[in-house]
Nanobody
Framework: QVQLVESGGGLVQAGGSLRLSCAAS????????MAWYRQAPGKQRELVAT???????IYVDSVKGRFTISRDNSKNTLYLQMNSLKPEDTAVYYC??????WGQGTQVTVSS
């Protein structure tokens, strides 16, 4: 059993940046894919970005060019660098190992 703990959320003005981290209680090297999801109030949870063990990434169109997902297997940590933040990025952000594990989420609020 691996626990995922997100951190790095907060309140930021539009145009600002945040870096989310997801620390795993065990090794993430064996996870072929890891992902970030988000859920805004009143909306369904949506996939934001994924990264494979060999570094291939996929982003939802709304964050392309602004967000960067990365992973450090030596630190058992997944990251999401978020730049040029917009109010519509406001959501709870979740770390995910597909079909297996979810974190508890971290709140990101972007003010206009």
């Amino acid at each position: 059993q691996v626990q995922l703990v997100e951190s790095g959320g907060g309140l930021v003005q539009a145009g600002g940046s945040l870096r989310l981290s997801c620390a795993a209680s065990g090794s993430i090297a064996g996870f072929n894919t890891m992902a970030w999801y988000r859920q805004a109030p009143g909306k369904q949870r949506e996939l934001v970005a994924t990264i494979t063990s060999d570094g291939r990434t996929i982003y939802v169109d709304s964050v392309k060019g602004r967000f960067t997902i990365s992973r450090d297997n030596s630190k058992n940590t997944l990251y999401l660098q978020m730049n040029s933040l917009k109010p519509e990025d406001t959501a709870v952000y979740y770390c995910n190992v597909p079909w297996v594990y979810w974190g508890q989420g971290t709140q990101v609020t972007v003010s206009s």
